[in-house]
């Protein structure tokens, strides 16, 4: 079994679990402290809201790719690796965006759930207000998983079980800080978890471009009138090639299938892969490095971190 192909997913969601787990840990501690922790239920409603709508996103992303890969009517290929190269699309502008805005907003991240709440506490439908908020931040970080993993479909179902994993871990790490009061460095934690994961969008910046390469190719194969896109050197856009190591480094086998996880290696990589791997890293690299500044200054530590210490 591929185990590799569940380590980004594991990743991804371990990250943002413990994003969402730290808005939903604020909002019990806040409840707590208001005399208001009737309302848990609510909380405990928000999260499974959050979870369910993610999953049925899910199972339709993935019957719906399932249903263009079995699928013998024409251009159902064509659909289907056009669908998989918008989802990595999409999937790599929310996690970078997401990246980048959760760390400037770090510090500010307890104040804004707290006053969210201190809000939704004077409304005479208070329980909804805190079920809106917790769901909110569930879905959220649930559906850019959603969409990671449907952008790795055809990679099978190991993402999926990298995803419950890492669900699970921030599960974990949540009942650790929250309920058994264990420090942990979230700022490291975050920065670390940060590194990794915009290594993972790089790589899906390559994975994306193949599924659209793809595509015009089954445009060809399906509509002959198309074929003079693709030319005979195997790529329709993608240019030359710029390496062919599929019998030096496999990305199916060890070490090849650890890099195609983390790095977004791929066993044959063509020259606008290259370049847009290249252009992406150096931009969100130096934007996420910038962002990291103000935390790396000497200051009180983040909200979260701050909860965690009380």
């Known amino acids: 079994m591929d185990f590799a192909a569940a380590l980004p997913t594991f990743v991804v969601t371990l990250r943002e679990g413990v994003e969402a787990a730290l808005v939903v840990g604020i909002v019990l501690a806040y409840l707590k402290k208001a005399g208001q922790s009737q309302l848990n239920t609510w909380v405990w409603a928000g999260i499974a809201a959050g979870i369910g709508t993610s999953l049925l996103v899910g199972v339709l992303f993935s019957g719906l790719l399932s249903w263009l890969d079995t699928s013998s009517q024409d251009g159902a290929q064509v659909a289907k690796q056009l669908l998989e190269g918008t989802f990595g699309i999409v999937a790599i502008a929310l996690l970078s965006w997401m990246l980048v805005w959760m760390t400037q907003q770090a510090r500010a991240l307890k104040a804004e759930v707290e006053g969210t709440i201190a809000a939704a506490l004077q409304q005479e439908q208070a329980g909804w207000g805190v079920f809106g908020l917790v769901t909110i931040a569930v879905l959220r970080e649930g559906f850019e998983t959603v969409l990671f993993i449907a952008a790795k479909f055809q990679q099978g179902w190991m993402p999926t079980t990298g995803a419950i994993a890492g669900l699970v871990g921030a599960i974990c790490i949540g009942f650790l800080i929250f309920q058994m009061g264990i420090k942990i460095n979230l700022r490291l934690f975050f920065q ?119």
């Open 192 to 310: 670390v978890m940060g590194v990794l994961l915009l290594l993972i969008v790089s790589g899906l910046v390559v994975s994306a471009l193949r599924h659209f390469d793809a595509a015009a190719l089954a445009l060809t194969q399906t509509y002959p009138r198309f074929a003079n896109l693709c030319p005979v050197s195997g790529s329709c856009f993608l240019g030359p090639q710029v390496w062919d190591l599929s019998q030096i480094l496999p990305d199916k086998q060890f070490p090849g299938v650890i890099l195609k996880a983390f790095f977004g290696y791929t066993q044959r990589l063509y020259l606008v892969q290259a370049i847009a791997y290249v252009t992406f890293l150096s931009i969100m690299g130096t934007t996420y490095l910038r962002s990291l500044q103000p935390s790396l200054e000497p200051a009180s530590p983040t909200p979260a971190t701050d909860l965690v210490k009380r």
